[in-house]
Structure formats: structure tokens, C-alpha cells
């Protein structure tokens, strides 16, 4: 999303209003390990302890030879991703991410911040590991909800019967 923004800048186009991150540092800090490379046993490990994979699909050599590349794919994109030094972006930046998380912190996702001149949220202290959607869900879809309250006016949020008090996932 964070590149997505940065090229649609880079060629005129229509910026977003709102890029919410989650469970992901910020592009300044690289990863200390690149766990795309790892071999399977080692890499399965790290799916075990991110304790987002079910441990039928872990255990199941079958499901772990269709899930493995694309989930490496996914891991080499962000570890290997080119960060250059450019202007801040325009849009709000909100990150998300669990307190439990192994892979990401509370310094590198409150990183974030100097990757926008608008305004910035952090929302740290969500129960979980790198999956903490599971633990969080309730918290994280009100979240989710207030960030994209924000992006509607006033005036055609009274209109839609929208306050916030009847958001939904409330």
C-alpha cells in the first residue's frame, strides 16, 4: 500500500485520504532476518510461532507445497522492499498491531509517522501476536471504523443516519 501511494504520487494521480497498516514496521527498518530465505522446516517455525496457520495446514506436507511459495512471495515483498528517502506522504497513516507481535514493534510501527505530513495514529495495545485480528477483532473492526468515519463530512454522515454513536461494529 505504502509503495502503491508513493507511485500513484510519483505519476499525478489521485492520492488516498487514509493508508492503514498493520502488523508491519515501518519501511525504514529492515528486517533483521529475512525469513523468505529460510528453508521449509525453518520457515514452517516461524509460521508456528506467528500462530496465524492452523497446525492441521503445518502439519500437512501437501497444504504446506501450495501455501509455502505464496506465503514466501508475500515475506520476500516486504523484506526485501527498496526504501528511499522521499517526501512524506499526504495521506493519514493509521498502524496497527499486536502487542505480542514478533515481528513488528511498537517503535517500528510508531515509525510510521514520519512517512506522512498528515495526521498519524498508532493503535498499539491490541491483544495478540502478528495475527491479532483474531484476539482483537471486535477492537480492530471499531477502529477500522472510526478511521473511515473520518473521511466522511460531517454534514453527509448526519444525513445517513451515521454518528458515533450507531457505527457499525460497534
Known sequence: CFALARELRRRSLPM???L??????T?????STLRHQLNDAEFTEVLRACDGTPDLVLQSPEL???LLPRIRADGAIYETYDYRRLPPL???IAVFFGLQDSMASGAGARGWESETRAS???YDGLPGGHFFLHEAEQQLAGHVTDELARLLP???SKRKGHTDDNLAFR
Do not use: D, V, Y
Not at 20 to 25: C, E, I, R
Not at 27 to 31: A, D, G, L, T
Open 27 to 31: 519501511p525504514r527498518q529492515r528486517p
Open 64 to 66: 504446506l507445497q501450495l
Open 20 to 25: 492503514m497498516l498493520s502488523a508491519q514496521n
Open 154 to 156: 460531517a454534514q453527509a
Open 90 to 92: 499526504t495521506c493519514r
Open 120 to 122: 498519524f495514529h498508532c
Open 16 to 18: 488516498p485520504q487514509l
